[in-house]
């Protein structure tokens, strides 16, 4: 008898050898080129190093898979547009192992999922189709043509097209993402969850109600040009490195850096530029002026207080508020000032865990500065209260008159390299009526006007078998999601698990009745079709769209584009009744571009556009200080604190990754900055709760969690003592993401509160 759908789902509780140092206080340097070139020689071929090192996110050269910051809009350094972790994405997706029907024929499933994420991602580079038919324990070959009928097959079976699920990762490019919406819409349902569910779903949802568009406001020139930048739930050194150099010029330039975070991550207090010699020789920037030691989900306590002691201000010597911008622009304002004032100064700074002395230092930089840019990342988003927390970041801005001029605005530092890009173009499970209209005014059929899943409604869908095929366009979806063992048995519910992937991972071996792995062309890859070398774009964090083209040889005759993958299965799916030419589509992406260009605001005269060096930039009402609100201007909000407290034995835990990891990909197994190495089971406890449960150093203990009455466990994880703030504790994911409650979730965005998991830690038995 095979293992269970959960056993396949979770990591080994195996350990390694731990070895904890005291955390670094400066970021990058000559410890991040050794590290960087030690992925690099070790999993890519050298030939291919140099001419990967050369393009990466060079104007005509490609984009990192890795996170979405943006590009310089003009010159860009000639040592290389890459950090330490982009080498790594590269150094994973275009690993020199390839693995085929030989490697699946001597590993089974159940084999397989014994291996640890990262030796499950480094097995190699998928190769060729594989198919697992039910009841099989191995995966075999399946031709291209037989893959994509067999797709079809299972989609034409069902009831109804609601019982299909088809998820996107952020990775997918425009075109292929727009083109898998179409195809989706045709096929008859809206059951479009993406990876922004997971991650800034609060922020589309807050930012959307306050300043009319889902988006941030700034440019990258804005950051170099801010007074003051406060940086909020957020690790930029491990999950988006550019941003150190961005924010190294912010200081250069005069301007003032505020971290507000549980952790003190090195990245945040010091960076020394690797490309710049001089900074290398004498050990770097400073970066922060201030460290806000929150404590976890303490942010709209800790905002309300700042927002009070600027009311008190502005109502005793005047002058703090831009009332000039607050009386033409906003709506809303004497209700949030009403309701703020019920609120006590010293029970919000309370219960945020912030000092009096560190608060007064980041008020007066508030005060004494009027261009403002907030940025903010996971540490807000994943909260049951993630839309409030980004209100109320909104409110102050607009108290001081921050929004909609240089210097100054809203920046949620988004993940995945095109995940915005894919919502711009029609990746969303809720889309407006007015794209609906056009996609039918474009392609004569009617796309569905319901509202589809979204991840955890999905995965609710599979479990209850409502919905009966999934379809994962890139991603590592079980490692992604909230409630593992839940998820697992939803994914194993249905009849058809496929995966479109360069490489194996965990998602592949938790599978349905029968399931697929399509390989895919890496971002990296030239991309021949009979018109030749496509072209394909992305979006990134700051709304400007630009050109990705490979440049290495694809490392294997059978892989496919995502965009021929998504043509070839529309095709298989829709022949006799599509409206779409599909596969000329997948000859000539311009045509792909020349109906965005139709469909989605914005993109008019895309191709043109495209051929700008640089890209274009997507048109920003809040930019513009032009609100497309219900009101028509921006608008202040009223927004509760969190109403919930610790029992005297609970922890409050939030998911973190390490620095060797981007998103559900495990680059290595050391987390550098926060001096553990070798190992990702562990748990980081303040001192003080550490010795009050009697645990040392490196002590086995078994983690808990109880929500609703459902108690969740994830067992054998080390302790390690931290500067964290009392009661709060930080796991990796997706090791705990077992214990994240599949039902708590952000209000109006459907978020995961991964980052507000309330835990017990017991002693383990483990030996």
């Known amino acids: 008898m095979g293992k269970s759908p959960t056993e396949k789902a979770l990591t080994p509780e195996g350990f390694k050898t731990l070895k904890t140092k005291t955390p670094p206080t400066n970021t990058a340097g000559f410890a991040g080129i050794k590290a960087a070139s030690s992925h690099a020689f070790k999993y890519i071929k050298p030939s291919n190093i140099l001419k990967i090192s050369k393009k990466l996110n060079q104007k005509g050269g490609f984009d990192c898979p890795g996170c979405a910051w943006p590009d310089p809009d003009d010159e860009r350094s000639s040592l290389g547009e890459y950090c330490e972790n982009g080498l790594k994405a590269m150094a994973e997706e275009m690993q ?43 995966y075999q070959p ?16 069902l009831d109804n097209p609601d019982q299909a699920v088809f998820y996107t990762s952020g990775r997918t490019t ?89 952790l003190p991550e090195a990245g945040l207090m010091k960076f020394t530029n690797p490309q710049n010699p001089i900074k ?40 703090v508020f831009d009332k000039a911008f607050i009386n033409t622009h906003t709506s809303g304002i004497e209700a949030f000032i009403s309701d703020v004032k019920t609120y006590d100064f010293k029970a919000c700074l309370q219960a945020s865990g912030v000092s009096e002395a560190i608060f007064n230092d980041v008020f007066n930089l508030i005060l004494n500065n009027n ?83 979204s991840v955890i409604e999905a995965i609710k869908a599979m479990y209850e078998q409502k ?49 697929l792995i399509l390989p895919c062309l890496g971002r990296a890859e030239k991309d021949y079709q009979k018109t030749g070398v496509q072209i394909q774009s992305v979006e990134n964090s700051m709304g400007v769209v630009h050109t990705t083209k490979g440049v290495l040889e694809p490392c294997s005759d059978a892989l496919l584009s995502e965009v021929a993958v998504v043509c070839g299965i529309a095709d298989a799916t829709l022949k006799n009744r599509s409206k779409v030419n599909w596969l000329a589509y997948k000859d000539n992406y311009e045509l792909v571009r020349d109906d965005i260009a139709e469909v989605v605001n914005g993109f008019e005269d895309y191709n043109t556009k495209l051929k700008h060096p640089s890209g274009f930039y997507l048109p920003n009402g809040a930019r513009e200080r032009q609100f497309k609100t219900k009101t028509g201007k921006a608008n202040f909000s009223i927004n509760k604190l969190p109403n919930w407290k610790l029992k005297d034995e609970e922890l409050i835990m939030m998911t973190i990754r390490s620095h060797d990891q981007f998103n559900t990909t495990i680059y290595g197994l050391n987390d550098r900055y926060r001096g553990v190495f070798n ?73 995961p509160a991964s980052k507000s998991v309330r835990i017990t830690v017991e002693a383990s038995l483990y030996k």
């Open 96 to 138: 020199n192992t390839l693995i085929d029907r030989d490697f699946f024929k001597k590993n089974s499933v159940d084999a397989l999922s014994d291996l640890s994420d990262f030796e499950i991602g480094k097995s190699g580079r998928l190769s060729e189709p594989m198919y697992l038919p039910k009841g099989a324990t191995h």
């Open 679 to 751: 190992e990702r089971r562990v748990i980081f406890m303040n001192r003080a709760d550490m010795k009050t449960r009697n645990l040392k150093e490196q002590q086995i203990v078994n983690l808990k969690s109880e929500y609703n009455g459902v108690i969740r466990e994830a067992n054998n994880f080390k302790v390690v003592g931290y500067d964290i703030p009392k009661n709060c504790c930080a796991t990796y994911f997706p090791e705990t993401n077992v214990l994240v409650p599949l039902d708590s979730f952000a209000h109006t965005a459907k978020t």
């Open 280 to 319: 290398m020789l004498t050990g770097g920037t400073k970066l922060s002026d201030v460290f806000v030691p929150i404590t976890i989900n303490g942010d709209v306590a800790f905002f309300k207080a700042l927002l009070l002691k600027l009311i008190e201000k502005e109502e005793t010597i005047g002058n």
């Open 467 to 515: 919905a009966k095929v999934f379809f994962g366009l890139g991603g590592n979806f079980i490692s992604a999601v909230p409630d593992t063992a839940y998820a697992a048995q939803a994914l194993a519910n249905c009849n058809l698990t496929v995966h479109v992937s360069t490489k194996l991972n965990r998602s592949h071996l938790v599978t349905g009745k029968e399931a």
């Open 174 to 262: 425009n075109e292929a993402a727009f083109l898998y919406q179409l195809f989706v819409r045709e096929f008859g349902t809206s059951n479009l969850p993406d990876c922004s569910n997971m991650c800034h779903e609060a922020s589309g949802s807050a930012l959307s109600e306050t300043l009319g568009i889902g988006k941030g406001s700034v440019t990258l020139d804005d950051l170099y040009k801010a007074e003051l930048v406060m940086i909020v739930g957020q690790n930029p050194a491990t999950n988006h490195p550019r941003m150190l150099s961005a924010l190294e010029k912010t200081k250069q330039n005069g301007g003032k850096i505020i971290a507000i975070n549980p």
């Open 371 to 453: 261009k403002i840019i907030i940025c903010w990342a996971m540490g807000l988003t994943q909260h049951e209260n993630a839309v409030d927390n980004i209100r109320e970041l909104v409110n102050l801005l607009l108290l001081k008159g921050s929004i909609g001029k240089e210097g100054a605005g809203t920046c949620p530092v988004r993940g995945h390299s095109n995940v915005q890009g894919d919502r711009t173009v029609g990746i969303w499970e809720s889309a407006p009526q007015a794209f609906l209209d056009k996609i039918e005014a474009k392609y004569g059929f009617k796309p569905s006007p319901k509202h589809g899943y």
């Open 142 to 157: 399946i031709t291209w043509a037989e893959a994509f009928k067999k797709v079809g097959a299972h989609l034409n079976a």
